[in-house]
């Protein structure tokens, strides 16, 4: 019998450590079985009519479903959990990904009943304990918002305190605005961790707090919410994400999750992630002031830029029409009036007397795509938008309306427009602003027992929206910008991208530190390249571009120097699709000019890849050490040094031991790409 058992051990442990997995590790699809099975406290909470949820849910009815999947590899299913005596019902929905260990949901709350519900408040989409066989620290890997600063997405690790917890929430109704980004990864001692993505365009929170040497706390869910449901109406709240990873660091998860939001958090075209554009905003050089691109613009001028690009041969695969092409906008106004006129969404005949169609004929003429800017969430006072009040709601200290998208008939109004307008105009690609807080608007428009109603259905509004877009234009690409990038979460990167993901300009540095902290979650994202040079160009690359050059003389550059550059970019933006590796740590580079910046991109498929290091301005060392990351020990890999076009062949081993990389000047950068050339 002894013999038995021990030989019975011997095989479970042989095949934990085949399958390469121990004790403690998470399965997702094991996870929601538990967690989601009848009689069991699933992993959400809320009060209802002042009592915790934990206390009343095993006694509710329970219905559990498989739905149908429309996308490969994922399992969709749907938990049910209702109430007889009052009516409301909470569903569910559930997806697990097959590919990924992975997991996601979000909650609908529904009063079927013809009274109002007792108050629903505390709204947790996820309120659980994660629990590991290995004691140790937990580490809470997490980054600021976007603020138009240099620190714009800057990346944090906290070692976790037994009992303290880190709260996270953005500082408006934005949901990446300065204080918080609803993406984190929680590191755990068992060599294993958790991504966590939060899907809310809104006000949400995350709590994070170790409970003991081996477990650690995760609730989260929108921040404001103290609510009443009246007969027949319902809300959804926010997705939450789970990505439970394996590997000997943070890294692992990092590039887990963007293989994964590639996968399935990423518009695609004909079945495929796109290529996204390198892009041109149309300029203006040689007016007078005040004129600027924002009020003087003309057809014709767009038109002769189209042509002047066409003429260096280096026409771009997207030009941008911004703010500024609508009725009452002018140099005459101030600011160009591009602001005080948002809510008049017709072409402005003085300087655009044909439309923009002779501006989209000619993009497509010479190869290109065009996109439109709008903001149609902020409604000025005076625009033809606000004469329709019912449409808009209101803030005291403001005559300004934020349009409402959780009006049925406001949505769906706006759907058709905007459907007509990009039709007529023939406009391939749209730029969605939003540049105030909505969370004045959303507060003042409650009542005290419907608190956070109207961020719950704009928000809803806004996916129903975009969503419709996308199904009556299947090749459009949706550019998020809000600010620059404030509006960066699951549900806007599922259905987006950020083409200009912070209002900061000209920094260099502050580019560098834009590309080293958004790759550790989103591989697509872009900045704007206002000046040119190997130094500033490489520190704004991304996986999208978009130039803001002078092509008209005024950058004292040569046509060559401008054709370099954008092969560059065309050549280097595939690998920004790739698994990323910071080569610096981030409390060393964050707003010092002092430091070195540093990152590896590599491929393993192709293997191959390209590290990218700069020197700035105020650092005194020449050189640098870096350890790369992902390649084969054993293997022979060729590195290219770009700029001095000198070879060197190098192991895996030596180069994952550390290689030594100079740049005498200051600021400088080196660009170095390598391939496998013997395995």
Not at 69 to 88: R, V
Not at 127 to 136: E, Q
Not at 414 to 439: A, C, H, I, S
């Amino acid at each position: 019998m002894k013999r038995l058992v021990l030989i019975t051990l011997l095989f479970v442990l042989y095949a934990v450590i085949i399958n390469g997995q121990p004790s403690d590790n998470i399965n997702a699809k094991e996870w929601l079985k538990e967690k989601f099975a009848e009689g069991k406290i699933p992993p959400f909470s809320f009060v209802y009519g002042g009592k915790a949820s934990d206390s009343f849910i095993t006694g509710w009815n329970y219905k559990a479903e498989k739905l149908k999947s429309t996308e490969e590899n994922t399992e969709n299913f749907l938990y049910t959990y209702s109430d007889k005596q009052s009516g409301l019902v909470v569903k569910c929905f559930v997806t697990c990904y097959n590919d990924f260990n992975a997991a996601e949901y979000v909650l609908r709350f529904i009063n079927t009943s013809s009274q109002n519900t007792p108050i629903i408040e505390k709204a947790s989409v996820i309120n659980n304990v994660f629990s590991y066989n290995t004691a140790g620290t937990f580490i809470l890997h997490h980054s600021l918002g976007s603020n138009a600063a240099v620190n714009d997405f800057q990346p944090f690790e906290d070692e976790l305190q037994i009992g303290k917890n880190i709260y996270m929430t953005p500082s408006s109704g934005r949901s990446s605005d300065e204080t918080a980004f609803p993406f984190f990864n929680i590191e755990t001692p068992a060599q294993k961790g958790i991504v966590v993505a939060v899907g809310w365009t809104g006000k949400w929170f995350a709590d994070v707090v170790q409970k003991d040497e081996k477990s650690i706390s995760l609730t989260s869910g929108m921040e404001n919410m103290h609510l009443t449901l009246y007969p027949d109406e319902e809300i959804r709240t926010p997705k939450i994400c789970l990505l439970f990873w394996n590997g000997k660091d943070a890294m692992a998860g990092h590039n887990q999750f963007r293989r994964f939001i590639l996968a399935h958090h990423t518009r695609k075209i004909d079945g495929k992630v796109p290529v996204l554009p390198l892009s041109v905003a149309f300029e203006l050089d040689g007016a007078p002031w005040p004129c600027s691109v924002h009020s003087c613009l003309t057809e014709t001028s767009a038109l002769a830029h189209i042509k002047r690009y066409q003429q260096f041969k280096f026409t771009p695969e997207l030009f941008w029409i911004d703010a500024g092409w609508y009725t009452g906008c002018g140099w005459d106004k101030e600011d160009g009036g591009w602001g005080q006129n948002v809510g008049n969404w017709t072409v402005d005949k003085e300087r655009f007397p044909n439309g923009l169609k002779p501006i989209s004929d000619a993009a497509h003429a010479a190869g290109a795509k065009l996109m439109v800017w709008f903001e149609p969430e902020r409604v000025h006072k005076g625009t033809k938008l606000y004469e329709r009040q019912e449409w808009l709601l209101s803030e005291p200290s403001s005559s300004t309306r934020l349009f409402n998208l959780g009006d049925k008939e406001a949505r769906l109004w706006l759907t058709d427009y905007m459907t007509d307008f990009f039709k007529k105009e023939g406009v391939d690609y749209y730029r969605q602003d939003f540049n105030f807080d909505p969370m004045p608007y959303w507060k003042n428009n409650d009542t005290p027992d419907r608190i956070g109603i109207s961020e719950a259905k704009h928000i809803e509004g806004l996916y129903a929206f975009w969503d419709s877009l996308l199904v009556r234009f299947p090749d459009m690409i949706i550019d998020n910008c809000a600010s620059g990038g404030r509006r960066l979460d699951l549900e806007t990167t599922s259905r987006s991208s950020p083409f200009w993901r912070t209002d900061l300009e000209q920094s260099a540095t502050g580019a560098q530190c834009h590309t080293y902290g958004l790759n550790l979650y989103l591989p697509l994202h872009g900045t704007g390249l206002s000046r040119t040079g190997n130094y500033f160009v490489r520190s704004c690359l991304s996986s999208i571009g978009v130039i803001n050059w002078s092509v008209n003389g005024s950058n004292n550059e040569t046509i060559y120097t401008y054709q370099k550059h954008i092969a560059d970019f065309k050549r280097l933006r595939q690998y920004y699709y790739a698994d990323y590796y910071p080569l610096t740590p981030p409390e060393l580079h964050y707003m010092h000019e002092t430091f070195w910046l540093a990152y590896q991109l590599n491929r393993p498929e192709q293997k191959d890849g390209i590290v990218l290091a700069f020197r700035r301005e105020k650092c005194h060392d020449e050189s640098i050490q870096v350890t790369l990351k992902g390649l084969a020990a054993g293997s022979k890999y060729e590195l290219v040094y770009e700029d001095l076009g000198i070879k060197i062949t190098k192991s895996g081993k030596e180069l994952m031991d550390g290689i030594n990389i100079e740049i005498p000047e200051k600021p400088g950068s080196v660009l170095i790409s390598y391939k496998m050339i013997e395995n």
